[in-house]
């Protein structure tokens, strides 16, 4: 029962996120990057930078290409096919279609991140002292909420023991080869700023 009721509270939540201009996330999200990908480089020589109108009209212009059949009388015998370099303008002109899509997406996703985030941190900043409180009092709540005092940073992490180890050390070390401390602007015995 206290699972159902939870289902209903976070419906309930998320309803209300959603009339405060945050939508849900869609199921199918963006689209996963091919594990192969590697971004493609330049290289040298002319760079091309399009015009919007250039982008506007490009599948109009590959269109255009494709249906040409009197190549050789319109333009002379040595200009090339024209239908090939329309199929590249049609991919090409697709991936400006995607990448202007996925820009807007980005910032409409962003958006909604931040609108999503603040009620939310909001909250939790409200949690975080009553968290602490119980935990000063009762070490077994870390146990119990693992996730949630590894999100308030209570949480001791592997690698920060020995981080902190290691720095120690290096202070312990920096102590025995010195007896004091280099002062700020003093010179060593070889003339040196410490």
């Known amino acids: 029962m206290a699972s159902k009721n939870a289902r209903i509270k976070s419906t309930k939540t998320i309803s209300a996120l959603e009339s405060d201009a945050v939508k849900t996330a869609p199921k199918q999200g ?10 493609a480089s330049v290289g040298q020589g002319p760079r091309f930078i399009l015009q ?3 982008l506007q009209c490009a599948m109009m212009v590959a269109s ?3 249906g040409t059949t009197s190549v050789a009388s319109d333009f002379g015998p040595y200009v090339p096919e024209l239908a090939p370099i329309g199929a590249k303008l049609t991919l090409a002109a697709q991936w400006s279609n995607e990448r202007a899509k996925a820009v807007a997406w980005q910032t409409y996703a962003r958006s909604q991140e931040v609108l999503a985030w603040k009620p939310v941190m909001e909250a939790l900043a409200s949690l975080k002292p009553a968290f602490e409180y119980a935990l000063s009092r009762n070490t077994a709540i870390a146990a119990k909420y ?3 005092a590894l999100f308030f940073g209570l949480a001791k992490q592997p690698g920060q ?7 120690a ?6 102590a025995s080869t010195s007896s004091a401390p280099p002062t700020p602007g003093a010179t060593s ?3 040196k700023a410490a």
Not at 30 to 39: D, H, L, R
Not at 161 to 167: M, Q
């Open 52 to 54: 919007r109108a250039q």
């Open 146 to 148: 693992p996730s949630l």
């Open 64 to 66: 255009e290409l494709a």
């Open 30 to 39: 963006a689209p996963t990057v091919p594990g192969s990908f590697q971004k």
């Open 189 to 191: 015995a070889t003339g």
């Open 161 to 167: 023991k020995a981080s902190r180890t290691r720095h």
């Open 169 to 174: 050390k290096k202070l312990a070390a920096a």
